[in-house]
Structures are given as C-alpha cells and as structure tokens.
C-alpha cells in the first residue's frame, strides 16, 4: 500500500478488512462470512500476513467476532429485506463491502455508508480503480464527526426517507464514543419509522470478559490509547438494554457471544469462537 494510501485509510476498518479476509486464508471452512473483496480495497503490502496483528493464533476470538458480526448484520438486512424494508444504513461503515458482495440483495435497496469524509473518499476512488464502482442505489455519506456534522442531517440530504423502515447497523463503533453520544444516537434512530430495526456492538466491562481473554484486551486497549482512539465507553448487557428501552425503542434484545457461537460455529472443530469482550443490541421501533 502507498504511504499517500496507508495515511488516508483509516487503520481499525484497514485491521477489520484484514481479519475478515484471514479467516477465509486461515480458516478452514465451512466460512462464516466470505470476504476478500476487502482485502482487495487495501491492498496491503505481500507481508500482511506477517503482521503482528494478524498473528494466527493471538487474533483467533477477534477475527472470529469480526466475521460473526458482519454475518449477523448481513442476515437482519437480508431478512428484513424480504419483509419490504428496503433501505440499509451503515455508520462508520470503514471497508463494508456488503454491497459489493451480495449484489443481487443490495441493488434492490438503498444503502448508506456513513462515514469520516477522508476514508470514505478514499474508499470511493478503490471502488472506481476496482471497477465495482459506485451504483445509484449506494450512497456514500460523508460525515466530519470531529467538526460537529450532524449524521442525519448529511444521511437525510443524501436522500434516505424518514418515513420507511430501515435497518441501521453500528459496529465497531461505540467503545470509542462517549456514553452521551451512544445515548444520542439511539434517541436518534429510535425516532425511525415504525418497523425500523438497529444492530449495533458494545463492548462489555473487563470483568464479564473471560480470563483467558483479557491480557489480549488490555494490550489492544493500551495499544488504541497510543494510536490516539482510546476505548471510552463500556456497557454490560443489562445497561445497554436499558439504554434502548430509555431511548424510545419498542423492544430491546441482547445477542451475546455465546449466542453467536451456536449461531454461526457449532458444528466447527478447530475451536474458533467469538470474543466474549464483544457484543450486539437488537432494538425495533
């Protein structure tokens, strides 16, 4: 990858893109989720493999959330597709190539990328340069969070109807906001129109995470601290429930690990399982 290219992208959704794409080179299958279009959007160098946060083994539970999320989001949008919900949201949507992979699914809908103005571009010019392009039915949201843009002013403008149901999905996303910002948001989608579902992470506190697990997870906290994009805000399940439910959504589910796992690995035997410091709210308007 071009320096220009490595200091334009950002590196949590360069690191995500490389984990999906490992699991399918390290993986055996059968694959939770089948993805190197990404890998393909980053271009990284031939050593990536080599990286130390691509180590095999160290990264196994991460890698496997990674995937077991994106998996996850993908069947809502499919499933709620198939009930007439026909438009998709993904903010800080990084290197989601959703709408490159399963087409025949998203060009029956609208998506929107929300994301920082500068990865987004950047992501844009891959797309063109890889000939996917960018489609009518794919809007590409730029949203400067750090100068006070407003994300649903800019998703409105880019012509989302408030109106109809949609799916909005955030992953990856909420450890590093405050715990007033997360509010803010969900105040913001529960306000959708009715049918409307939003799938988003959270990280759990370090002592609901398995023993085993935490090491790791105070090392890729010290390391997001140094980077300049310290994780901020944590929740257990029943705080983030209520959190919905004081937001205004209808309901409110937990999807955990654990869940995931019977979900998408139950029948593996290499043990890959997802992270317990990782996991999902449901919540319908």
Do not use: C
Not at 228 to 255: C, D, K, N, Y
Request: aromatic share 8%.
């Amino acid at each position: 990858m071009s320096d220009e290219r490595a200091a334009t992208v950002d590196g949590t959704a360069l690191r995500v893109a490389l984990w999906r794409a490992l699991h399918v080179r390290v993986d055996p299958p059968p694959h939770v989720l089948e993805d190197e279009i990404g890998l393909e959007l980053a271009a990284p160098d031939d050593g990536w493999l080599r990286r130390p946060d691509m180590d095999q083994e160290a990264t196994s539970r991460m890698r496997a959330s990674i995937v077991a999320r994106a998996r996850f989001i993908e069947d809502l949008v499919v499933e709620q597709a198939r009930r007439g919900v026909n438009q998709y949201v993904a903010l800080g949507a990084g290197l989601d190539t959703f709408a490159q992979r399963r087409p025949e699914i998203a060009s029956g809908l609208r998506v929107f990328e929300v994301d920082q103005p500068g990865p987004q571009a950047w992501k844009r010019q891959r797309l063109i340069e890889l000939g996917f392009g960018v489609p009518e039915w794919l809007r590409l949201v730029p949203v400067d969070f750090e100068e006070g843009w407003s994300w649903w002013e800019r998703l409105m403008a880019a012509g989302f109807d408030a109106d109809r149901p949609a799916v909005v999905a955030s992953t990856g996303v909420t450890m590093y906001l405050t715990k007033d910002a997360t509010a803010a948001t969900l105040r913001q989608v529960a306000k959708l129109a009715p049918g409307s579902t939003l799938a988003t992470t959270f990280m759990v506190p370090l002592d609901l995470v398995a023993a085993e697990e935490r090491p790791l997870l105070q090392a890729t906290e010290k390391s997001a601290r140094a980077a300049g994009t310290p994780f901020v805000s944590f929740f257990s399940p029943p705080e983030m429930l209520a959190l919905a439910r004081e937001s205004g959504f209808r309901q409110a589910r937990h999807i955990s690990a654990t869940s995931l796992a019977r979900r998408y690995f139950a029948d593996r035997t290499d043990g890959l399982r997802p992270s317990s410091a990782e996991e999902l709210l449901v919540a319908t308007t």
